[in-house]
């Protein structure tokens, strides 16, 4: 089903972009793909602050295709909600009692405002509905010239566990955040993230309503490790359901996993 939320460019998952990849895998020994995604873009409004939010919308529309994850956030419903709206969740997440240390940093208020928000309001937002999350930092590069192979592997690792559905992983680093949607292993051995990016807009990601310019579109979503060279990465994996009242008061508090681990 294709969704036109208002104030959005939205790209379907279709298999356009899988046919894409086909038709360029010369060099491709494998790939890795999310079940499936809408692409938001930044409009007018929202372009320069709004990444956040429009990366949380592209996981929402991926997770309600799931039904365990439909019934905690959607109730049915079938709607991405628009940014004021995600604004507002936000906000009543912190009120519950979630990350009171973000809350207080960003002065507990969110709507009407063109405040960043990043990884830790993502997890703040799903926790709150129940959605048990894990917060990943890539605190420094782990390979030469500033670059994050234990970031590739990692990534690998998810995409590659055999599951029955597959959301894609909020990536966060400073002044932007992305969606990564799947995963490449070129014949070298080496990995090619598959990105989602705001920034993108609907000119661009049309590039994918045909198999004649698919491949122009292909530029735009993969990224080599050498493209990858901010100081620090936060990723966010969906990781199933808070199925206690135990597990759901703990995730209040927000902790997260650093790699490389420390001694």
């Not at 970031?151 to 680093?173: G, I, M, N």
């Amino acid at each position: 089903m294709i969704r036109r939320p208002p104030r959005s460019t939205l790209f379907p998952y279709t298999t356009l972009f899988r046919s894409a990849i086909c038709l360029s895998n010369n060099n491709v020994l494998a790939v890795w793909l999310c079940t499936t995604v809408d692409h938001y873009a930044a409009t007018y409004g929202d372009k320069g602050w709004g990444c956040g939010y429009r990366n949380i919308q592209m996981m929402l529309s991926s997770l309600m295709h799931n039904t365990r994850y439909n019934e905690k956030l959607f109730n049915g419903e079938n709607s991405v909600p628009s940014i004021s709206k995600i604004q507002e969740l936000i906000e009543w997440s912190w009120r519950k009692g979630f990350d009171p240390q973000g809350c207080e940093q960003l002065g507990g208020k969110l709507c009407n405002t063109r405040k960043w928000i990043g990884a830790t309001e993502v997890v703040t937002l799903l926790s709150a509905f129940r959605i048990r999350c894990q917060l990943v930092d890539f605190h420094r590069p782990t390979g030469p010239d500033g670059t994050h192979p234990e970031l590739f592997q990692w990534v690998a690792e998810y995409f590659q566990k055999q599951e029955d559905f597959k959301a894609p992983l909020y990536l966060q680093h400073q002044g932007h955040s992305r969606t990564i949607i799947g995963l490449e292993h070129l014949k070298d051995g080496s990995f090619r993230l598959l990105v989602f990016d705001p920034s993108h807009n609907r000119i661009q990601m049309d590039y994918f309503s045909s198999t004649a310019s698919a491949m122009n579109g292909m530029r735009l979503v993969r990224r080599p490790l050498g493209a990858m060279k901010a100081r620090h990465y936060q990723v966010v994996a969906v990781a199933g359901i808070l199925e206690t009242e135990q597990e759901f008061k703990q995730n209040k508090i927000l902790r997260s996993v650093r790699i490389p681990r420390e001694n």
